[in-house]
């Protein structure tokens, strides 16, 4: 069953923005936009290939804490 996407987040959102939105709204997709205009689709696989890789690279690192 496909529903529509209808939640989004704004281009320059963290990762850690996109990893609320996902939750707050229990969703698969959200839709990217650059003020009212949709520039594309952020999936919920793609987040976590992010996350991945920025964990493997050492660059993730939780909102306010320091190295």
Same mark, same amino acid.
């Given at each position: 069953v496909c529903t529509p996407v #209808? %939640? !989004? @987040?704004s281009e320059d959102a963290s990762l850690f923005d996109a990893i609320a939105e996902f939750l707050a709204h229990q969703t698969l997709s959200l839709l990217?936009?650059? =003020? #009212? #205009?949709?520039? =594309? @689709?952020?999936?919920? !696989?793609?987040?976590?290939?992010?996350?991945?890789? %920025?964990i493997k690279a050492g660059e993730c690192q939780?909102?306010?804490?320091e190295r």
């Open positions: #209808t %939640q !989004s @987040i990217v936009r650059r =003020g #009212t #205009t949709t520039v =594309g @689709i952020l999936r919920l !696989s793609d987040l976590f290939d992010e996350l991945a890789r %920025q939780a909102e306010g804490s």
